[in-house]
């Protein structure tokens, strides 16, 4: 069974950094995109960043590029994603989501498996 567990996030002012960490479990990282997604109160759910674990290639959307930095570890099946600079707008439950295997190139809308999210917010 696929299961994804976020954690790392929490309460942090604007300006400050957060790691959010997806531990995987159920597969084997090879063939999978990997991202995180987040939804803020009252938004549609939206895509933040993706990495292929074929080729480790990293997908960002505009509201990360610059500021956010995903990474895998394939030795302990763990996604991470760095940001920096937070902005009050960051503030939203974050989600990781996987689709494979046999899957290359970036993560589409509709991932296969999904965590439960984590809240993140930003505020002074």
């Known amino acids: 069974e696929v299961q994804l567990v976020e954690s790392g996030g929490g309460l942090v002012r604007p300006g400050e950094s957060l790691r959010l960490s997806c531990a995987a479990s159920g597969f084997t990282f090879g063939d999978y995109a990997i991202g995180w997604f987040r939804q803020a109160p009252g938004k549609e759910r939206e895509r933040v960043a993706c990495?292929?674990?074929?080729?480790?290639?990293?997908y960002y959307e505009n509201i990360a590029k610059g500021r956010f930095r995903i990474s895998s570890n394939h030795a302990k099946n763990t996604i991470t994603l760095f940001m920096s600079n937070l902005r009050p707008d960051d503030t939203a439950i974050y989600y990781c989501a996987a689709i494979g295997p046999d899957w290359y190139g970036s993560c589409p809308d509709a991932m296969y498996y999904w965590g439960k999210g984590i809240p993140v917010t930003v505020s002074s």
């Open positions: 990495v292929s674990t074929t080729d480790d290639s990293r």
